[in-house]
């Protein structure tokens, strides 16, 4: 079976919700929504406290190159522009709209993946706000437009779904298969590749066989079953599993002539073609055993936490851990009072305290499980003894940067040390060295 | 709804292993030994297990207090050095002097360079090296109990034999561990008037009923060297269990084989008797128990092979062509200083990196 080296198996718990089908909750009475939903600048407001905007209408523009446009989630009215928690930058500046009683769409034009040429696609993909929606919301727009000298030849759709607990992406394929294969279809297309390659955990065999089913009219489209391990959806895992191909230290995807986008991503990239619809909404699992009932909702970009927590049956009283997306690389939330699901949320999961790893780090025993289990063939235990004793440099040399913060190697420790955070310290500080060298040179000058 | 939740980086799950864990996992890994030697030498294996172990636990704690440390008796590290030293001493010597290389073990070659993790050594195998140094007159004789009989001589050919050099080298071999006995005999084939008796003696020593023999148990040794078989089982518990790495075992071992069957014989090359190194002497002890030590062995897949080839050459030579008769313990503790080194130049290339 296709894989690549290293990683881990933990526990799935995806049964709590793979049998869920997708729910569209009813809409919110007001949505919060961040101007930061996405990996580079935050958006720009353009309507301002009162204004009246509709479903799918622009409320914050690109500021910049690699940024995006966020949309009203709902039809009312703005009814403030204000600090409020967020799921990852832990505060954030969002716009606040109550909904009045109908739901009126915007209008944008709509397309078919035969009329929709390359720069109407991308000006919609643009237009629509579209992101990463595995959790990394990196712009799909700026993705999906490679400078000319790159060739590209394969769009890989990540349906790995690695992330233990979460099964929106499952549902997803297997309820909108038709549109996801579209999706495809549209991106390979309009970016000049030959094929579009879905990869799926064989842990999904009805996805697998939906999205076959799908993809089987149209000739470039393939599917492929991946092996069931952690990090399988990591971007250059998935690129290696599948074609082989390894992305060069500190290159991207396009270095090997692939971009990689997620199913959700092509899910929404069919509904701003087909159907005109902005990004303003997305596929969420809420689960894990702190629940007292598990759900997959589609659910409108602003909503809260807390509501779907409650929706999808509550809490239970032995809850200690909220975390925003998967467990292995999900952000742990201080509350769910006002914090807006976002375009990167894949997962809402509620752990008990009984569940809670104990963090008590002791003296690293050299067993080298970090170093057996690094899907990049790093040496994560030298990586963290060389930041602790602040030899950032050296941590460079041994390719700190290069680790993607799986988090593998923290999940196998016996010895229970925080790599990954140790790992980011150090990233951290290299890029502080390098700011200052840059800066030095340019006094030089 | 709970006001705060607990919040911590990622990842937010872990597998259920600690370093206690992995420490009393390794130690049960040693118990069908344990058990064996019980029945081989009865309670005596008791008393020195309780004194190495106990040396070892005061120690761990005396030295705790001392730094100012937690006390940490309960993750196992200790106890397991404790229990390490036990099999490294033949049952006959003084609890006093187990205690003691049991406390060097610990207080010297443990703590001293920082505690668990950061010492450059074995500490059970620093403890036994400590001993061999300090009493070599208790460290390598006073075989008992299974020791006798191992080798079937023929007693005729002893009985006939009128020079009193060929009696007493008869009884020295027949007093011996098997290691021993090869050492003698081999020094002796130089000697014309024991030649013949030597030659005799090596072929009864790899013959396959003194493999059998030397498999089951039925040989003299120290307290873990003469339980291949139950070490063997416990090896490979950890194996499966994941609690040492193959490639030690299997590199360590392989190496041992394969030289001496090609340089182990007395008729040239290729004449060796590979099992009877595989099942004598410390070899399966160290192999599966104090060269895959994690603390003390490479962190890389590539590096652990070194590390184990290294033991297994450094082991056969001592064997053969060295002063002592057996070289496990010394192997491992030689390649113990080159594990940083050997970590060093063994880094992976990783993912995607191009190689300059």
């Keep these: 079976m296709l894989t690549f080296k290293g990683g881990i198996h933990p526990p799935e718990g995806k049964a709590l919700s793979e049998h869920k089908p997708l729910k569209r909750l009813s809409l ?43 949309h009203s989630s709902v039809t009312g009215k703005v009814i403030g522009i204000g600090e409020f928690p967020h799921p990852v930058a ?32 991308l000006k919609i993909v643009a237009e629509m706000g579209i992101v990463g929606l595995g959790g990394a919301t990196f712009p ?29 992406d499952d549902r997803l394929m297997q309820e909108e298969s038709r549109k996801i294969a579209l999706g495809l279809l549209l991106m390979v297309k309009n970016t000049g590749a030959e094929t579009g390659i879905v990869g799926i955990e064989h842990n999904k065999p009805e996805a697998y066989e939906k999205m076959k089913e799908a993809c089987a009219p149209y000739k470039e489209l393939k599917v ?24 060069p230290a500190g290159g991207l995807p396009l270095d090997v002539g692939i971009i990689v986008q997620n199913v959700g991503t092509a899910f929404a990239v069919y509904e701003a073609v087909y159907e005109g ?46 975390i925003s997306g998967g467990p292995m690389m999900g952000f742990a939330q ?17 752990f008990t305290r009984k569940q809670l790893p104990g963090y008590e780090e002791s003296p690293c025993i050299s067993c080298g499980a970090c170093v057996s289990v690094c899907p990049m063939k790093l040496l994560p235990t030298q990586l963290v003894t060389l930041v602790k004793n602040k030899r950032f440099e050296e941590a460079g040399e041994m390719n700190i940067n290069s680790c993607i913060e799986c988090g593998s190697c923290a999940y196998v420790c016996p010895s229970r040390i925080p790599l990954v955070q140790y790992v980011r310290l150090g990233k951290g500080a290299l890029r502080k060295i390098s700011a200052r060298e840059r800066a030095k040179k340019e006094e030089a000058k | 709804m709970a006001e705060k939740f607990y919040v911590a980086t990622s990842p937010h799950i872990k597998k259920n292993i600690s370093v206690t864990k992995v420490m009393w996992l390794v130690i049960a890994a040693l118990l069908p030994a344990y058990i064996h030697t019980v029945f081989l030498f009865g309670m005596t294996t008791v008393w020195v297990s309780l004194a190495a172990v106990g040396g070892a636990l005061v120690s761990e704690a005396f030295m705790q207090l001392l730094f100012k440390k937690k006390i940490t008796l309960y993750d196992g590290s200790a106890f397991l050095t404790g229990l390490l030293v036990a099999f490294n001493v033949p049952p006959t010597i003084a609890l006093w002097k187990v205690a003691l290389g049991s406390a060097f073990a610990i207080i010297v070659a443990k703590q001293l360079f920082g505690g668990l993790g950061y010492n450059i050594f074995n500490p059970a195998l620093a ?29 005729a050919a002893s009985q006939a034999a009128a020079d009193p050099a060929v009696v007493k080298f008869l009884d020295s071999v027949t007093s011996a561990t098997p290691l021993n006995a090869l050492k003698t005999a081999r020094a002796a084939l130089n000697d014309p008037g024991l030649e013949d008796q030597a030659r005799h003696v090596i072929g009864e020593l790899f013959s396959g009923e003194s493999v059998i023999n030397a498999f089951l148990g039925k040989v003299g040794g120290c307290l873990g060297e003469t339980t291949a078989l139950f070490l063997l089982i416990g090896g490979l518990f950890l194996l499966v269990a994941k609690l040492a790495d193959w490639r030690v075992p299997a590199g360590y071992l392989g190496t041992v084989a394969l030289l001496a069957w090609a340089f182990g ?11 009877f190194h595989l099942f004598t002497g410390g070899l399966m002890l160290g192999a599966f128990f104090m060269a895959t030590d994690m603390v003390t062995s490479p962190i890389t897949a590539k590096g652990r092979w070194i590390f184990a080839v290294g033991c297994g050459v450094l082991t056969f030579t001592i064997r053969m062509w060295g002063g002592y008769p057996e070289g496990v313990s010394y192997s491992i503790l030689l390649m113990n200083i080159f594990v940083p080194l050997i970590d060093r130049y063994t880094v992976p290339v990783s993912f995607g990196e191009v190689k300059s």
């Design chain 1, 90 to 121: 832990g505060r954030g500046t969002a716009v606040v709209i109550e909904r009045s009683g109908e739901d009126r769409f915007f209008e944008y034009p709509t397309y078919t993946v035969e009329t929709c040429g390359r720069e109407d696609f």
């Design chain 1, 140 to 168: 799909t727009h700026v993705k999906l437009s490679p400078p000319s000298w790159k060739k590209v030849d394969t769009v890989i759709l990540n349906g790995a779904e690695c992330e233990p607990y979460l099964t929106c």
């Design chain 1, 28 to 70: 919110p009475d007001k949505v919060i929504i961040p101007l930061s939903q996405h990996i580079g600048a935050p958006a720009k407001a353009v309507v301002q406290v009162g204004d009246e905007v509709l479903t799918g209408q622009k409320i914050a523009e690109a500021a910049g190159t690699i940024s995006a446009n966020i």
């Design chain 1, 224 to 247: 492929a079953l991946v092996k069931t391990k952690y990090p399988q959806g990591a971007e250059k895992q998935l690129i290696d599993s599948l074609t082989r191909r390894k992305v």
């Design chain 1, 277 to 322: 619809k902005p990004l303003i909404e997305r596929a969420v699992t809420v689960s894990g055993e702190g629940m007292k009932d598990t759900a997959n909702f589609i659910t409108r970009i602003g909503d809260t936490y807390e509501r779907l927590i409650d929706e999808a049956g509550g809490m239970k009283e032995e809850a200690g851990c909220l």
């Design chain 1, 334 to 350: 201080v509350t769910a009072r006002q914090l807006p699901v976002i375009k990167g949320t894949s997962g809402i999961l509620l």
């Design chain 2, 265 to 275: 014989g007395i008729d040239g090359l290729f004449t060796g008797e590979p099992l």
């Design chain 2, 127 to 155: 403890g036994r090296a400590f001993l061999m140094a300090s009493y070599p007159a208790d460290m390598t004789s006073g075989w008992s109990a299974p020791a006798n009989g191992f080798l079937s001589l023929n007693p």
